[in-house]
């Protein structure tokens, strides 16, 4: 049976910098550094490890430790208006760029309130994210 979207498990990123490695221990090749925040899919598992995909769909392992269940979104498109409010008649208070790891506070249907780092909260397009 499909599983629904509300069934994936998702983590983030707990510590500052964390590696993603191409298998299940720290003897296996480190295939880029993640940032705190970073969300990924949970796909398989392996003792302390996890098999996880971002939101390009790579994927790797992390050590289950070193992530948490922290909410976070990934920005997906090109650039993300931070609105003031849910709807797109709303003050854009800030934007967020591809890759840009965003705090989630709240969701709706089409739309999920976030803080940006350093920046403001407001709410964003739930097309334009992936993340929970």
């Known amino acids: ?7 994936r498990e998702m983590v983030s990123v707990a510590k500052p910098e964390i590696n993603m490695r191409s298998g299940a221990g720290t003897q296996h090749s480190t295939l880029w550094s993640l940032s705190r925040g970073f ?3 949970v796909t398989g598992r392996s003792g302390q490890w996890l098999k996880v995909r971002d939101f390009e769909n790579d994927t790797g392992w ?3 430790p070193l992530v948490n269940q922290t ?3 990934i920005v997906k498109s090109r650039v993300a208006n ?3 409010a849910p709807g797109t008649r709303s003050r854009v208070v800030g934007r967020a760029e591809h890759g840009e ?3 989630t506070l709240e969701r709706r249907t ?3 309130r976030v803080q940006q780092d350093g920046g403001p909260k407001g709410w964003v397009a739930k097309r ?3 993340g929970w």
Not at 1 to 7: I, K, L, T, W, Y
Request: overall charge positive.
């Open 1 to 7: 049976c499909a599983a629904g979207a509300q069934a």
């Open 39 to 41: 969300p990924l899919e």
């Open 62 to 64: 992390v050590y289950r």
């Open 71 to 73: 909410p976070h979104h």
């Open 82 to 84: 931070i609105r003031s």
């Open 101 to 103: 790891v965003l705090r």
């Open 110 to 112: 089409d739309w999920v």
């Open 128 to 130: 334009l994210l992936w």
